[in-house]
């Protein structure tokens, strides 16, 4: 290095940290500063530097501040601490990875479900998104709508999510168009929603799929369009019943 000594500022940026953080280490006296010049400001050597980069390296590892302070007091350590420390970061990361992965697999669904699309409708795309991140966090919660909801395969997943963000724009440009709930379009419209509920495995999916159902406020829809699809649903059972 050209310098004698490093500045706080140059030992962060060199090793990637932060002022704040070096500054913490000094009050806990895990890294202290070899000297300080005028002004009180911290002054690094290389030997701080290379503690430093200790005490990264067993930060990545998974210890904890005190537990590396203590470490760093020798010179060795059993194999036994570092051998379970690199085992617990390896299934973490691989936990990443697998997380990662069902990202990636989701973002491609997405794409499957708007790829013949010229244009989209950005609230039914948010909602689709939004929905595959909500299954990914809370499913865990409802065991029992987990265990319907995987009960299809990939393929009929997309094409399911395919008919419905097709007959939901249906229903979006029905609306805009302000067309009548009992008009043979809308009727034709609920018919083809009603049908493709059926197909799914359990009621709670039903309700996860469709705003249909009474009270179910996970949909893509304004209220004018919520009002236009109970009118056109209430309408059509009238009919077949």
Sequence with gaps: MK?????????????????????????????KPTDYKEGGHRLYSLEDYKRLQQIQSLKFL???LKSIQDLLVESYT???????AINF????????????????????HMKRIITDKTEVDLSLFCFVLYAMIWEET???????????????????????????????TKLKKLVAQESNPTSS??????ESILENVKRTVSPQDKNMITPLSEGNFYNPFT?????????????????KG
């Design 62 to 64: 998974g210890f904890s």
């Design 78 to 84: 059993e194999q036994k601490n570092l051998d379970e």
């Design 185 to 190: 379009e809308a009727q034709d419209l609920i």
């Design 223 to 239: 209220n004018k369009e919520i009002i236009f699809l109970e009118e056109a649903k209430q309408y059509y059972l009238q009919r």
């Design 138 to 168: 809370s499913l865990d919660t409802y065991s029992d709508i987990k265990d319907t909801l995987y009960n299809i395969s990939d393929s009929e997943r997309l094409a399911l999510d395919k008919i419905y963000f097709e007959l939901y």
């Design 3 to 31: 310098k004698e000594y490093l500045t706080i500022g140059d030992l962060a940026k060199l090793a990637n940290i932060t002022v704040r953080t070096l500054r913490y280490y000094d009050n806990i006296g895990l890294l």
């Design 89 to 108: 970061k390896k299934r973490e990361l691989l936990a990443q990875k697998e997380e990662i992965q069902r990202t990636i697999n989701q973002l491609e």
